[in-house]
């Protein structure tokens, strides 16, 4: 059974409600879903996380240029990053992309960079140089449209990677919205080191210490517009969990 972020993700995909929570959620900042969107995954029937080179290649490559964002980053035979949801949208007007990064507790927000074995591969401090290069790329290019970044490879990896890849889809003509989505109100996460998302104002206040130095203070909400259609922007919003995780039986003092 599913726990915290991976269990609300899939109990909203299954709820049939997605596009309408959504443009609930969003349409102020317009973006909008309808019935007739394609998400990823779909629900615990279809539940593999997809990467966005993957899902741009069935659902959305006639929108932009995608040979270029395609040729970015490292190849799909490689490990590349999965997303909670992709889902296909609207944003003012103009087909795009929906990247959702989903979060349930405190624990869940990762401050680390990106590890490197001491007995990595040839090939592995390979890929891991050229994403390096593309961090930087996408950290240096949205300085200078609003300077403030500090997107890194070696410290809050994940984060980073999100807004690269955002950026990189935008820059290559897609408009795209980032959604980090908070899922509130999950007792059945709590332990002694981890707290549960209380409320929006909770979230708002983690994601700000989680944002501080990484980029500008007023970034989220932005729309930062490139050539043609390309533009991007990240929201961050909340969702009371539709049920909460099921608490995990005790172990016995004995046991480790």
């Known amino acids: 059974m599913p726990r915290g972020s991976l269990k609300h993700v899939l109990d909203l995909l299954d709820s049939g409600r997605f596009a309408v929570v959504m443009s609930n959620i969003l349409g102020e900042h317009g973006v909008h879903v309808v019935e007739g969107d394609t998400q990823r995954p779909q629900g615990y029937a279809d539940s593999e996380e997809w990467t966005v080179r993957r899902f741009c290649a069935e659902h959305c490559k006639d929108r932009f240029d995608f040979a270029r964002f395609d040729a970015w980053w490292v190849p799909d035979r490689y490990r590349n990053p999965q997303w909670d949801i992709l889902s296909t949208c609207t944003i003012d007007g103009t087909p795009g992309l929906l990247l959702v990064e989903a979060k349930a507790n405190d624990q869940e927000l990762d401050w680390n960079g990106k590890p490197l074995s001491p007995k990595a591969s040839d090939q592995s401090k390979e890929n891991h140089h050229i994403i390096g290069q593309c961090i930087e790329e996408a950290n240096s290019a949205l300085n200078q449209i609003l300077p403030g970044f500090s997107i890194s490879r070696d410290t809050h990896y994940q984060l980073s990677n999100r807004i690269a890849t955002a950026w990189k889809l ?83 003092q004995n046991e480790h």
Do not use: K
């Open 170 to 252: 935008a820059d290559c003509g897609l408009p795209v919205a980032l959604l980090y989505l908070g899922f509130t109100g999950d007792a059945g996460m709590r332990t002694p080191t981890r707290q549960p998302l209380i409320d929006r104002d909770h979230w708002l206040r983690l994601m700000g210490a989680y944002l501080h130095g990484v980029m500008p203070q007023h970034f989220p909400c932005t729309t930062i517009h490139f050539g043609g259609n390309g533009n991007m922007r990240m929201l961050i919003e909340s969702l009371s969990v539709i049920e909460t995780s099921p608490r995990l039986a005790r172990c016995p």
